[in-house]
């Protein structure tokens, strides 16, 4: 599998939020930034190699083999974040474009040790369940912050725009994963919110707390 095979394998993964689901092609050129036409060209390829299940004109679905392939890239590149957060004090605004030059080491023995080495994290930095090597995934019950209502505590369990902007934001407040939030107030004009998080108080909008998952204690 070339680079680019496995990029193409990992948006159709992504898109299809890790389901046996079609995927267009313009929505896989959009993702990837490419024309719609080099999509296709893309996608004909890996269903000669039985990655995917390629009909001309209705897009296309990951083989099992393909998915298996598809679920291993993602399993690397979460791992390799969290290394690169929990070891070498990366920020999580800084790890993406890493962790996408490293998900392409072939070497699975590498990856198995490094999962134990990091004691088998269920989740990266941004809060994304991670598959295990079978491409098992573990689901979390997390709602978005701004479902929560006043009184109410809660633990950041997740980014749901990993925009770099937004991450850098957040660091900057000192807001990360299992940080502990208590809704205070919730103004019915705009949705904005007072909240406690890790005992400091924080004021936010309704971008900022539909962007964030929590899981309510």
């Keep these: 599998m070339t680079r680019a095979e496995e990029n193409y394998l990992k948006a159709m993964y992504q898109l299809s939020a890790g389901k046996n689901q079609r995927v267009s092609t313009t929505a896989l050129a959009e993702r990837l ?10 996608l004909q390829k890996l269903h000669d190699k039985s990655m995917v ?18 679920s291993q ?16 004090a ?4 800084q790890v993406h474009d890493i962790a996408e030059q490293l998900e392409h080491i072939k070497s699975p023995d590498l990856v198995e040790r490094l999962d134990v080495f990091l004691g088998c994290p269920k989740v990266d930095p ?3 369940p991670i598959p295990d090597d079978k491409g098992n995934i573990e ?8 479902e929560q209502e006043p009184n109410s505590r809660c633990v950041l369990m997740g980014i749901k725009d990993t ?9 900057q407040k000192n807001i990360k ?12 004009f705009d949705e904005s919110m007072t909240v406690v998080i890790d005992q400091k108080t924080h004021f936010i909008s309704k971008i900022i707390s539909t962007n964030i998952y929590v899981q309510p204690r």
């Design 53 to 70: 299940k390629y009909t001309r004109y209705k897009g296309a679905q990951l083989s099992p083999e393909g998915r298996h392939i598809a």
């Design 90 to 93: 990366f920020g999580w605004d």
């Design 73 to 88: 890239i993602v399993r690397k590149h979460r791992l390799w974040e969290v290394f690169l957060v929990e070891k070498l």
């Design 177 to 188: 994963l299992g940080s502990l939030i208590t809704v205070l107030d919730k103004e019915p």
């Design 33 to 42: 930034e490419t024309k719609p036409s080099s999509a296709t060209d893309m």
């Design 126 to 128: 941004h809060g994304d």
């Design 163 to 171: 925009d770099d902007a937004f991450l850098k934001y957040l660091s």
């Design 139 to 146: 689901q979390i019950n997390k709602i978005l912050l701004c």
